[in-house]
C-alpha cells in the first residue's frame, strides 16, 4: 500500500482565498504517520493520550487519512497495523528527519 498523499494534503476548509489543495512535500505526510502512529502505540499500550485531541475516535480519523479506509468503533488496532505497515514501506523517507522516539 502507498501513502495516501491526497488526503492528507487538503486545504482546510476555512474562509480562505485560494481553494485548491495545498501541496505538500511526501516528508510531511510520513511525519504525519509516524506521529500518529506513536499516538496509537501508546494509547494501546498504557491507554495515554499524547494530546489532548488523540482520543481513539480522532486517531481513527487520522488513520482515515494516511491509509484511505474508515474505521469503525474498537478497530484501533488495526488502523494502528496499517498505519505501521504504509511507514515500513516508506522507511526511506521516514529516515530523512530526526525521530524522537
Do not use: W
Request: aromatic share 6%; net charge positive.
Amino acid at each position: 500500500m502507498t501513502l495516501n498523499i491526497n488526503t492528507i494534503t487538503k486545504a482546510p476548509s476555512t474562509k480562505a482565498k485560494r481553494k485548491r489543495p495545498v501541496i505538500r512535500p511526501a516528508i510531511f505526510c510520513i511525519q504525519v504517520a509516524v506521529t500518529l502512529r506513536d499516538a496509537m502505540k501508546k494509547y494501546l499500550e498504557n491507554g495515554l493520550q499524547t494530546q489532548k485531541y488523540h482520543t481513539a475516535t480522532n486517531m481513527m480519523l487520522g488513520a482515515k487519512g494516511v491509509t484511505g479506509r474508515t474505521y469503525k468503533r474498537g478497530e484501533l488496532q488495526r488502523a494502528y497495523e496499517e498505519v505501521d505497515n504504509i511507514i515500513k514501506e516508506n522507511e526511506e523517507l521516514e529516515a530523512l528527519f530526526p525521530i524522537a522516539a
